[in-house]
T-cell receptor, first 112, second 111 residues
Framework: EPEVTQTPSHQVTQMGQEVILRCVPI?????FYWYRQILGQKVEFLVS????????KSEIFDDQFSVERPDGSNFTLKIRSTKLEDSAMYFC??????????FGPGTRLTVT | QKEVEQDPGPLSVPEGAIVSLNCTYS??????FMWYRQYSRKGPELLMY????GNKEDGRFTAQVDKSSKYISLFIRDSQPSDSATYLC???????????FGTGTRLKVLA
């Protein structure tokens, strides 16, 4: 299985602060996703990215969230003003085909 | 009614048993069906995917989709203690990139 890397592995931030989560893509994988998983709950779709633009986003992905590709390769998920309920594991995933998603190890975000 | 439902378990079986994991769903437009394995505090690992109805086999794993009943299954033959994990189903409609996950079934295979 292809390897996806995410940094940091754990981020602690105060409510209202901005956080940036990073994901290193797998080369030749065209589809990119961000998901979150609140502790003990299901994996939730946030946003998908294809051909350098957002292809779809969920109702969770409001104006506080943004996804970018700042250097043309790595992907970032930015949360502008974190809330306590943003505490979760955040996973990025890549795929060569629509039905294929290889997940990263995740970033654990703790908002205090 | 939830869009995707999964029995949370835990499901405990002896080593070597055949395991049956299931999901039901309500959206008849779902066409892509995936099964993931997730170990504690790790990312989901793709096990199998199927498109539309039918069966698919990969080693000890068999995935089945019954669209008429809105029911999908994952069978694990000759289960091993290393199979102990949470198993997630996920599905999406044909024209969308949005995948809906089940809550997961926790499986324990006892040595």
């Amino acid at each position: 299985e292809p390897e996806v890397t995410q940094t940091p592995s754990h981020q602690v931030t105060q409510m209202g602060q901005e956080v940036i989560l990073r994901c290193v893509p797998i080369s030749n994988h065209l589809y990119f996703y961000w998901y979150r998983q609140i502790l003990g709950q299901k994996v939730e779709f946030l946003v998908s990215f294809y051909n350098n633009e957002i292809s779809e986003k969920s109702e969770i992905f409001d104006d506080q969230f943004s996804v970018e590709r700042p250097d043309g390769s790595n992907f970032t998920l930015k949360i502008r003003s974190t809330k306590l309920e943003d505490s979760a594991m955040y996973f990025c995933a890549f795929g060569r085909e629509k039905y294929e998603q290889y997940f990263g190890p995740g970033t654990r975000l703790t908002v205090t | 009614q939830k869009e995707v439902e999964q029995d949370p378990g835990p499901l405990s079986v002896p080593e070597g048993a055949i395991v049956s994991l299931n999901c039901t769903y309500s959206n008849s437009a779902f066409q892509y069906f995936m099964w993931y394995r997730q170990y504690s505090r790790k990312g989901p690992e793709l096990l199998m995917y199927t498109y539309s109805s039918g069966n698919k086999e990969d080693g000890r794993f068999t995935a089945q989709v019954d669209k008429s009943s809105k029911y999908i299954s994952l069978f694990i033959r000759d289960s091993q203690p290393s199979d102990s994990a949470t198993y997630l189903c996920a599905m999406s409609e044909g024209g969308t990139y949005k995948y809906i996950f089940g809550t997961g079934t926790r499986l324990k295979v006892l040595a």
